[in-house]
C-alpha cells in the first residue's frame, strides 16, 4: 500500500513562516507529480503548488513569490515553504501525489491532511 504523511502544520501570527512536509512510503515504483493542496471552513479544496518529477512548478496566484514547493526525489518527500503568511491562508493543508507503486498503474494518493492556522 502506499501512503502519504504530512507534518509541519500549526499556529502562526502573520508575516510568520512555516514549512510543511509530506513523505510518501510504500512499494512504490515511481513518484511523478506531486503537489499541495488546501482547504478552507465552506470552500472547496483548491491547487497551492505543484511540482513535477523533472522538477517543473506551478503556483495559485494567491501564493506566488510567497510559497515555495520543492521535493528530494530520494527521499521521496515534498516540501511547501510557506513566508509572509496572511490569515486567508489558515487552511487544511494536504499533500498530494501521482504514483506508480507495485499493485497499480498510475494513481492519486492523498495525505491525511495537517492544520495551518494564520492569527495573532
Known amino acids: 500500500q502506499v501512503q502519504l504523511v504530512e507534518s509541519g502544520g500549526g499556529l502562526v501570527q502573520p508575516g510568520g513562516s512555516l514549512r510543511l512536509s509530506c513523505t510518501a512510503s510504500?512499494?512504490?515504483?515511481?513518484?511523478?507529480?506531486m503537489g499541495w493542496y488546501r482547504q478552507a471552513p465552506g470552500k472547496e479544496r483548491e491547487l497551492v503548488a505543484a511540482?513535477?518529477?523533472?522538477?517543473?512548478?506551478n503556483y495559485a496566484d494567491s501564493v506566488k513569490g510567497r510559497f515555495t514547493i520543492s521535493r528530494d526525489n530520494a527521499k521521496r518527500t515534498v516540501y511547501l515553504q510557506m513566508n509572509s503568511l496572511k490569515p486567508e491562508d489558515t487552511a487544511v493543508y494536504y499533500c498530494?501525489?501521482?504514483?506508480?507503486?507495485?499493485?497499480?498503474?498510475?494513481?492519486?494518493?492523498w495525505g491525511q491532511g495537517t492544520q495551518v492556522t494564520v492569527s495573532s
Open positions: 498530494n501525489a501521482n504514483i506508480i507503486s507495485r499493485y497499480s498503474s498510475a494513481s492519486i494518493y
Open positions: 510504500g512499494s512504490i515504483f515511481s513518484i511523478n507529480t
Open positions: 511540482i513535477t518529477s523533472g522538477g517543473s512548478t
